[in-house]
């Protein structure tokens, strides 16, 4: 935070104790006092916000590319999808267990490439649970981990979403939440902030409520445009990666679904939260599949 700073994009600035420390340390709790930064949420309507978000990544990478910050955070790779098929066979698991359902192990159309929407028994259930580990199995081998930590990497934020950002106008008035920043494949951060600014979703987006957070999307070319633009006013994007985009986008959907269903919503409600909805960002990725790698959009 403090070589981002350094280098003006708008970040949080530690007030330094009097020993000159970023941190107190009173009675095993540790404190830490920042300088306030003012500014107002997103506004989703303005295009001039989105492409200030992409621009502001851009300068966010930039500014980390030869910085020397001491420490390490051991964060692997994010949003890989060993955790999401993990996720997904327990949630078969606790499908199957359930003595209203009653399924064997085997049925008719598991990971067909069209399971449909409706959640409203449980054959349906199952075969959208298959879709999805047909969806991370397809992801692990469109993008493996040897090309994963191939691509160009960077300091990323891991959280770059609209919840994190401030805005002052038309420009970006402060990024916040540095709780997954480690070394990544910049692409991990450039996939937030297209699904974040440039998705349509029925309704307003509330970074404090899972659901509202993790609702369906589809992409939007002319606000992905804005946002690319934004972007690469500071750094390129390079062929590999957008070619790597699909697979990244439907990683971070599964992942979002996954993690938040595991670790955020009553057990009562897991099934229903992972698969309300789940397929319409796989289909949007589907249908414009090509479209993405090929980049000209860009």
Known sequence: MAALADAGVPVPVAVLTTQGERWVVSNGDVYELY?????????????????????????????????????HKPVERLFAPGPS????LWAMHRLRED???????????????????SIADCRAAHDMIGYLLFVAESVAEELPDELYWSLPM?????????GNLLFDGDRVAGIFDFDWVS?????????DGLIFFAGRRDSPLDPADIRSLTQPFTLDWPRMRRFMAGYQRVLR??????????AFIRARWLYMRVDAMRRKVPDAEKLEFLLSGV???????EQEEERLKAGAWA
Do not use: K, N
């Open 183 to 191: 070394h990544q494949p910049r692409m991990a951060d450039i996939t």
């Open 99 to 117: 003595e209203a359902c009653a399924l064997p192990d085997s049925m008719p159309g598991q990971g067909s490439d069209d399971p449909g929407d």
């Open 154 to 162: 960077a300091i990323v934020h891991g959280d770059y979403h609209s």
């Open 237 to 246: 994007v390079e062929e590999d990666e957008l070619a790597a985009l699909p």
């Open 279 to 285: 397929l319409r960002p796989l289909r949007w990725v």
């Open 35 to 71: 300088f306030l930064l003012r500014g107002r949420p997103h506004d989703p309507s303005s295009l001039a916000q989105v492409e200030a978000a992409g621009e502001a990544l851009g300068r966010f990478h930039e500014a980390l590319v030869e910085a020397q910050i001491e420490g």
């Open 85 to 88: 098929r993990e996720g997904l």
